[in-house]
């Protein structure tokens, strides 16, 4: 896939979106070199409490939670995704890149990745491999059109998954929809069903 059929591709994925009721909506970003799609999501997280609790705290907490008004509001925390999908003129696909943030706007560590948004099913083979079969590992670096560290999902062995799946024909309508749904779930970036009826 070369730049201008990215291009294409993201450009068919941003319309279908955007047609499309129940996906969140992605944001097309253009400027003078780079063209890419992003995204923000907000997830839900259960906040645990543990021992190391200074003292004082646990009644704070109780009194918090002894308020039904209270206990829905602090027994969760939210954390803001950012997914961007950008083209890897090394690889000549796309790539999945992201950063999770806290409630106070600080990046998730890579820990906090694997405790908070990799999905369990994923988690040993992301860590202690190099690579997972189709779906690459989790590294990071510069951002190629923001220039600070992004997360990303490896797109080393995209172009073979998606021929294994296309045989070997780029279809720039379906394309970026097909690679997301087998890259996204494995940092909570999903699709609604409906973009594939």
């Known amino acids: 896939m070369n730049r201008n059929t990215f291009h294409q591709a993201i450009q ?23 063209k890419y799609l992003k995204q923000y999501r907000y997830l839900p997280i259960k906040k645990t409490y543990n021992n190391d609790m200074i003292e004082g705290e646990e009644e704070i907490l109780q009194e918090e939670i002894s308020d039904p008004a209270t206990v829905t509001t602090n027994a969760y925390t939210y954390l803001t995704m950012e997914y961007h999908i950008a083209y890897s003129p090394s690889y000549q696909v796309p790539v999945l890149y992201f950063n999770g943030y806290d409630s106070d706007g600080n990046v998730l560590s890579l820990d906090d990745l694997y405790q908070w948004i990799i999905s369990k099913e994923m988690q ?8 997972l079969s189709s779906q690459g590992s989790i590294s990071q670096e510069e951002h190629p059109a923001l220039g600070f560290p992004f997360y990303y ?45």
Request: glycine share 2%; proline share 4%; charged share 15%.
């Open 124 to 131: 040993d083979n992301l860590k202690y491999s190099n690579r």
């Open 153 to 197: 999902i490896h797109p080393c062995e995209t172009q073979s998954m998606m021929r294994s799946i296309s045989h070997d024909i780029i279809n720039i309508n379906t394309f970026i929809k097909t690679w997301l749904s087998f890259i996204g779930p494995i940092i909570q970036c999903t699709l609604s069903h409906q973009l594939f009826i």
């Open 12 to 34: 068919v994925f941003y319309n279908e979106t955007q047609a499309c009721p129940n996906e969140l909506k992605w944001t097309l970003i253009t400027d003078d070199r780079y």
